[in-house]
Protein backbone atom coordinates (compact mmCIF):
# COMPACT_ATOMS: atom_id res chain seq x y z
CA UNK A 1 0.00 0.00 0.00
CA UNK A 2 1.92 3.08 -1.25
CA UNK A 3 1.90 5.85 1.49
CA UNK A 4 0.56 9.33 1.25
CA UNK A 5 2.61 12.31 1.45
CA UNK A 6 1.53 14.80 4.33
CA UNK A 7 3.69 17.09 4.78
CA UNK A 8 6.88 18.74 3.26
CA UNK A 9 9.42 16.96 5.88
CA UNK A 10 8.27 13.40 5.33
CA UNK A 11 5.24 13.15 6.92
CA UNK A 12 3.72 9.94 5.34
CA UNK A 13 -0.11 8.52 6.45
CA UNK A 14 -1.27 5.74 5.11
CA UNK A 15 -4.42 5.69 2.02
CA UNK A 16 -6.98 4.12 4.89
CA UNK A 17 -6.92 5.67 8.17
CA UNK A 18 -8.11 3.51 11.15
CA UNK A 19 -10.22 5.19 13.11
CA UNK A 20 -10.58 4.36 17.22
CA UNK A 21 -14.37 6.52 17.90
CA UNK A 22 -16.10 3.53 18.91
CA UNK A 23 -12.93 1.77 20.51
CA UNK A 24 -14.82 1.41 23.73
CA UNK A 25 -17.65 -0.59 22.18
CA UNK A 26 -15.74 -3.17 21.07
CA UNK A 27 -15.33 -4.87 24.55
CA UNK A 28 -11.68 -5.57 23.05
CA UNK A 29 -8.83 -6.72 26.13
CA UNK A 30 -5.44 -5.11 25.83
CA UNK A 31 -4.37 -8.40 23.75
CA UNK A 32 -7.26 -8.26 21.62
CA UNK A 33 -6.87 -4.69 21.13
CA UNK A 34 -2.99 -5.18 20.23
CA UNK A 35 -3.59 -8.01 17.81
CA UNK A 36 -6.01 -5.99 15.95
CA UNK A 37 -3.49 -2.83 15.50
CA UNK A 38 -1.01 -5.79 14.27
CA UNK A 39 -3.46 -6.68 11.64
CA UNK A 40 -4.00 -3.28 10.64
CA UNK A 41 -0.49 -2.57 10.07
CA UNK A 42 -0.09 -5.89 8.37
CA UNK A 43 -2.34 -4.59 5.94
CA UNK A 44 -0.35 -1.34 5.80
CA UNK A 45 -2.94 0.81 7.65
CA UNK A 46 -0.51 2.55 9.94
CA UNK A 47 -2.20 5.68 10.65
CA UNK A 48 -4.52 5.71 13.09
CA UNK A 49 -7.23 8.34 14.09
CA UNK A 50 -8.32 9.24 18.25
CA UNK A 51 -9.21 12.53 20.25
CA UNK A 52 -8.84 13.31 23.77
CA UNK A 53 -12.90 13.25 24.28
CA UNK A 54 -13.46 9.29 22.98
CA UNK A 55 -14.81 6.94 24.47
CA UNK A 56 -16.14 9.23 27.03
CA UNK A 57 -11.94 9.90 27.45
CA UNK A 58 -11.18 6.16 27.96
CA UNK A 59 -10.25 5.31 24.25
CA UNK A 60 -6.76 6.68 24.66
CA UNK A 61 -5.94 5.15 27.79
CA UNK A 62 -7.23 1.65 26.25
CA UNK A 63 -4.78 2.26 23.16
CA UNK A 64 -1.93 2.96 25.31
CA UNK A 65 -2.77 -0.04 27.16
CA UNK A 66 -2.10 -2.34 24.07
CA UNK A 67 0.56 -0.46 23.09
CA UNK A 68 2.66 -1.06 26.25
CA UNK A 69 2.34 -4.31 24.91
CA UNK A 70 4.52 -4.12 21.94
CA UNK A 71 6.33 -0.79 22.65
CA UNK A 72 8.24 -1.36 18.70
CA UNK A 73 4.84 -0.93 17.48
CA UNK A 74 4.42 2.98 18.29
CA UNK A 75 7.69 3.68 16.08
CA UNK A 76 5.25 1.72 12.83
CA UNK A 77 1.98 3.95 13.62
CA UNK A 78 1.19 8.00 12.84
CA UNK A 79 -0.77 8.64 15.63
CA UNK A 80 -3.52 11.41 15.22
CA UNK A 81 -5.40 12.94 17.98
CA UNK A 82 -7.58 15.83 18.86
CA UNK A 83 -8.52 18.53 21.42
CA UNK A 84 -10.62 21.21 22.23
CA UNK A 85 -14.12 19.69 23.29
CA UNK A 86 -14.30 19.78 26.95
CA UNK A 87 -17.36 17.86 28.30
CA UNK A 88 -18.93 17.63 32.07
CA UNK A 89 -16.70 13.95 32.21
CA UNK A 90 -13.57 15.75 31.07
CA UNK A 91 -10.79 14.90 33.52
CA UNK A 92 -9.37 18.36 32.58
CA UNK A 93 -10.91 21.10 35.24
CA UNK A 94 -14.83 21.21 36.41
CA UNK A 95 -17.04 21.34 33.30
CA UNK A 96 -20.80 22.18 33.65
CA UNK A 97 -21.85 22.68 29.85
CA UNK A 98 -20.03 21.56 26.73
CA UNK A 99 -17.96 23.48 25.03
CA UNK A 100 -15.23 24.63 22.85
CA UNK A 101 -11.55 25.64 24.48
CA UNK A 102 -8.88 26.44 22.34
CA UNK A 103 -6.89 28.12 25.01
CA UNK A 104 -2.82 27.51 25.25
CA UNK A 105 -3.42 26.24 28.72
CA UNK A 106 -6.14 23.60 27.99
CA UNK A 107 -4.49 22.34 24.43
CA UNK A 108 -1.29 22.18 26.65
CA UNK A 109 -2.76 20.16 29.29
CA UNK A 110 -4.62 17.72 26.52
CA UNK A 111 -1.93 17.28 25.28
CA UNK A 112 0.77 16.80 28.35
CA UNK A 113 -2.72 13.96 29.26
CA UNK A 114 -3.03 12.49 25.12
CA UNK A 115 1.02 11.76 25.49
CA UNK A 116 0.97 10.04 28.85
CA UNK A 117 -1.95 8.18 27.70
CA UNK A 118 -0.35 6.69 24.59
CA UNK A 119 2.92 5.82 26.45
CA UNK A 120 4.81 8.27 23.96
CA UNK A 121 7.09 11.34 23.88
CA UNK A 122 5.47 12.79 20.65
CA UNK A 123 2.19 13.10 18.96
CA UNK A 124 2.47 12.76 14.88
CA UNK A 125 -0.39 15.52 14.47
CA UNK A 126 -2.33 17.17 16.83
CA UNK A 127 -5.63 18.52 15.09
CA UNK A 128 -8.41 21.02 16.94
CA UNK A 129 -11.51 19.11 16.98
CA UNK A 130 -14.02 21.66 16.37
CA UNK A 131 -14.05 25.10 15.58
CA UNK A 132 -13.89 27.17 18.59
CA UNK A 133 -15.48 30.41 18.41
CA UNK A 134 -13.61 31.87 20.73
CA UNK A 135 -10.35 30.57 18.77
CA UNK A 136 -7.53 33.83 19.54
CA UNK A 137 -5.60 32.46 16.01
CA UNK A 138 -2.51 33.98 17.41
CA UNK A 139 -2.60 32.19 20.98
CA UNK A 140 -3.43 28.93 19.17
CA UNK A 141 -0.23 29.70 16.50
CA UNK A 142 1.74 30.66 19.74
CA UNK A 143 0.98 27.17 21.39
CA UNK A 144 1.30 25.55 17.68
CA UNK A 145 4.75 26.70 17.76
CA UNK A 146 5.76 26.06 21.57
CA UNK A 147 4.28 22.29 21.19
CA UNK A 148 6.62 21.59 17.95
CA UNK A 149 9.20 23.09 19.91
CA UNK A 150 9.59 20.94 22.65
CA UNK A 151 8.93 17.90 20.58
CA UNK A 152 5.69 16.75 21.73
CA UNK A 153 3.50 17.59 18.78
CA UNK A 154 5.54 17.60 15.03
CA UNK A 155 2.38 18.50 12.94
CA UNK A 156 -0.68 20.10 13.20
CA UNK A 157 -4.27 20.27 11.47
CA UNK A 158 -8.12 21.22 11.71
CA UNK A 159 -11.06 19.00 11.99
CA UNK A 160 -14.37 20.36 10.90
CA UNK A 161 -13.22 23.83 9.59
CA UNK A 162 -14.80 25.66 7.37
CA UNK A 163 -12.82 27.60 4.40
CA UNK A 164 -12.59 30.70 6.48
CA UNK A 165 -11.75 29.26 9.74
CA UNK A 166 -9.20 27.19 8.08
CA UNK A 167 -7.50 30.43 6.71
CA UNK A 168 -7.90 32.21 9.75
CA UNK A 169 -5.55 30.09 11.49
CA UNK A 170 -3.39 29.07 8.71
CA UNK A 171 -2.94 32.89 8.51
CA UNK A 172 -1.08 33.05 11.68
CA UNK A 173 1.30 29.99 11.19
CA UNK A 174 4.63 29.23 9.55
CA UNK A 175 4.10 25.74 8.92
CA UNK A 176 1.15 24.19 6.90
CA UNK A 177 -1.88 22.81 8.58
CA UNK A 178 -1.70 19.25 7.03
CA UNK A 179 -5.12 18.76 7.12
CA UNK A 180 -8.55 18.88 7.98
CA UNK A 181 -10.74 16.45 9.35
CA UNK A 182 -13.98 16.50 7.69
CA UNK A 183 -17.66 14.46 7.17
CA UNK A 184 -18.20 13.55 3.28
CA UNK A 185 -20.38 10.69 2.55
CA UNK A 186 -23.18 9.85 0.02
CA UNK A 187 -25.62 11.33 1.78
CA UNK A 188 -23.75 14.25 3.43
CA UNK A 189 -21.95 16.38 0.72
CA UNK A 190 -21.87 19.85 1.83
CA UNK A 191 -18.26 20.61 1.79
CA UNK A 192 -18.38 19.61 -2.00
CA UNK A 193 -20.63 22.90 -2.08
CA UNK A 194 -19.45 25.07 0.73
CA UNK A 195 -15.72 24.97 -1.06
CA UNK A 196 -13.96 23.31 1.47
CA UNK A 197 -12.73 20.81 -0.98
CA UNK A 198 -11.96 23.35 -3.30
CA UNK A 199 -9.86 25.28 -1.03
CA UNK A 200 -8.02 22.03 0.18
CA UNK A 201 -6.91 21.04 -3.56
CA UNK A 202 -5.82 24.94 -4.02
CA UNK A 203 -3.22 24.17 -1.19
CA UNK A 204 -3.05 20.50 -2.17
CA UNK A 205 -4.35 19.80 1.80
CA UNK A 206 -5.60 15.92 1.51
CA UNK A 207 -8.88 15.61 4.18
CA UNK A 208 -9.20 13.04 6.73
CA UNK A 209 -12.90 11.86 5.80
CA UNK A 210 -15.09 10.60 9.49
CA UNK A 211 -18.53 8.77 8.12
CA UNK A 212 -17.28 7.74 5.09
CA UNK A 213 -20.90 5.28 5.38
CA UNK A 214 -22.74 7.58 6.60
CA UNK A 215 -23.08 5.96 9.84
CA UNK A 216 -25.38 2.72 8.38
CA UNK A 217 -27.77 5.05 7.17
CA UNK A 218 -27.50 3.84 3.64
CA UNK A 219 -27.79 0.12 4.84
CA UNK A 220 -30.99 1.32 6.45
CA UNK A 221 -32.33 2.37 3.96
CA UNK A 222 -35.19 4.68 6.14
CA UNK A 223 -35.42 7.68 3.29
CA UNK A 224 -35.93 7.96 -0.40
CA UNK A 225 -32.97 8.89 -0.49
CA UNK A 226 -31.18 6.24 1.06
CA UNK A 227 -33.49 4.31 -0.82
CA UNK A 228 -32.41 5.26 -3.85
CA UNK A 229 -28.58 5.22 -2.70
CA UNK A 230 -28.97 1.85 -1.73
CA UNK A 231 -30.32 0.63 -5.28
CA UNK A 232 -28.16 2.36 -7.39
CA UNK A 233 -24.88 1.86 -4.99
CA UNK A 234 -25.43 -1.83 -5.48
CA UNK A 235 -26.06 -2.02 -9.10
CA UNK A 236 -22.58 -0.26 -9.58
CA UNK A 237 -20.88 -2.50 -7.60
CA UNK A 238 -22.72 -5.60 -10.13
CA UNK A 239 -20.84 -3.51 -12.45
CA UNK A 240 -17.55 -3.66 -10.55
CA UNK A 241 -17.93 -7.42 -10.02
CA UNK A 242 -19.51 -8.27 -7.42
CA UNK A 243 -18.38 -5.61 -4.82
CA UNK A 244 -20.04 -4.71 -1.55
CA UNK A 245 -21.90 -1.35 -1.11
CA UNK A 246 -19.49 -0.24 1.04
CA UNK A 247 -16.41 -0.71 -1.08
CA UNK A 248 -18.36 0.67 -4.12
CA UNK A 249 -18.46 3.89 -1.17
CA UNK A 250 -15.15 3.96 -0.53
CA UNK A 251 -14.09 3.74 -4.28
CA UNK A 252 -16.87 7.31 -4.66
CA UNK A 253 -14.72 8.79 -2.10
CA UNK A 254 -11.29 8.28 -3.42
CA UNK A 255 -12.19 9.48 -6.67
CA UNK A 256 -11.94 13.24 -5.67
CA UNK A 257 -9.19 14.45 -6.70
CA UNK A 258 -8.88 16.91 -3.37
CA UNK A 259 -6.75 13.06 -2.07
CA UNK A 260 -9.08 12.14 0.48
CA UNK A 261 -8.24 9.73 2.92
CA UNK A 262 -11.24 7.98 4.61
CA UNK A 263 -11.44 6.88 8.35
CA UNK A 264 -12.33 3.01 8.83
CA UNK A 265 -14.76 2.73 12.19
CA UNK A 266 -14.67 -0.78 12.34
CA UNK A 267 -13.07 -3.47 14.31
CA UNK A 268 -14.18 -6.31 11.63
CA UNK A 269 -10.95 -7.40 10.25
CA UNK A 270 -12.33 -8.68 7.76
CA UNK A 271 -14.28 -5.22 6.63
CA UNK A 272 -11.21 -3.63 6.86
CA UNK A 273 -9.84 -5.73 4.27
CA UNK A 274 -12.59 -5.03 2.00
CA UNK A 275 -11.78 -1.79 2.13
CA UNK A 276 -8.44 -2.19 1.55
CA UNK A 277 -9.17 -4.14 -1.47
CA UNK A 278 -11.50 -0.85 -2.82
CA UNK A 279 -8.44 0.65 -2.94
CA UNK A 280 -7.87 -0.68 -6.52
CA UNK A 281 -11.80 0.23 -7.97
CA UNK A 282 -12.02 2.73 -10.11
CA UNK A 283 -15.51 4.61 -11.03
CA UNK A 284 -15.91 5.99 -14.02
CA UNK A 285 -17.27 9.76 -14.29
CA UNK A 286 -20.24 8.74 -15.16
CA UNK A 287 -20.58 6.38 -12.27
CA UNK A 288 -19.30 8.95 -10.01
CA UNK A 289 -22.30 11.35 -10.70
CA UNK A 290 -24.83 8.36 -10.97
CA UNK A 291 -24.63 8.00 -6.98
CA UNK A 292 -24.17 12.40 -6.57
CA UNK A 293 -27.79 12.16 -8.74
CA UNK A 294 -29.33 9.43 -6.39
CA UNK A 295 -28.58 11.24 -3.90
CA UNK A 296 -29.56 14.18 -4.93
CA UNK A 297 -32.67 13.21 -6.47
CA UNK A 298 -32.30 14.70 -9.43
CA UNK A 299 -30.45 15.42 -12.40
CA UNK A 300 -27.17 17.73 -12.89
CA UNK A 301 -27.52 21.22 -13.74
Known amino acids: MKKIDMADDGLQFSPLIQGYWRQMAWNMSPQALLTFIEQHLELGITTVDHADIYGDHQCEAAFGKALALSPSLRDQLEIVTKADIRIPSSPIGQVRTAHYDTSAAHLRESVENSLKHFHTDHLDVLLIHRPDFLMNADEVAREFESLKQSGKVRHFGVSNFTPS???LLQSRLDDALITNQVEFNPVNMGVLEDGT?????MHRVKPMIWSCLAGGAIFAKETAQTQRLYDTLATIGEELGGVGIDQVIFAWILKMPVNPLPILGTSNIERVKDAVNALSLTLTHEQWYRI??????????
Open 165 to 167: QFE
Open 197 to 201: FDQLQ
Open 292 to 301: WVASKGHGVP
